[in-house]
């Protein structure tokens, strides 16, 4: 690797998380079940089938995210132009902190992530649904 790294993943996180908002899992555990709210699972395809999901959620995986936002894209998903506050997951925080800024610098303006992602909604005793009996691993 010619160069050295200018900036780490911890200073991403860090400038993503000074400017979107975050849930703590309380709060993300009184909006679930909400109408308006729209939970949205970034993480891959394998750790849903191995970890389970969280009831709901809608899985939009991390590297298709900005496509499916953009309602210029090909690959739009309706479900993003709905009148809906999304509250962005992943494993531990760290992906959906970037993906919630992400989201944010491209317009949308209702959204959130959880603090500790999905491993702190398991822990704090969040409804999950079982994971895959083969691993996810298909």
Request: aromatic share 8%; glycine share 14%.
């Amino acid at each position: 690797m010619s160069g050295a790294m200018t900036k780490g993943y911890k200073a991403l996180i860090e400038e993503a998380n000074a400017e979107i908002e975050t849930l703590s899992v309380a709060d993300a555990m009184a909006l679930h079940g909400d109408p308006g709210v729209v939970f949205v699972d970034i993480r891959d395809i394998r750790e849903l089938g191995r970890e389970g999901r969280m009831p709901g959620a809608v899985h939009a995986p991390r590297g298709m995210l900005e496509f499916w936002v953009d309602p210029d894209s090909p690959y739009h998903k309706p479900v993003f132009g709905e009148d809906k506050r999304f509250v962005f997951f992943c494993a531990a925080g760290w992906r959906s902190a970037l993906a919630t800024k992400t989201v944010q610098d491209m317009g949308l303006t209702r959204v959130a992530h959880i603090d500790g992602g999905f491993g702190a909604w398991k822990d704090r005793g969040g409804p999950v649904d079982d994971p895959a009996p083969d691993g996810g691993g298909r």
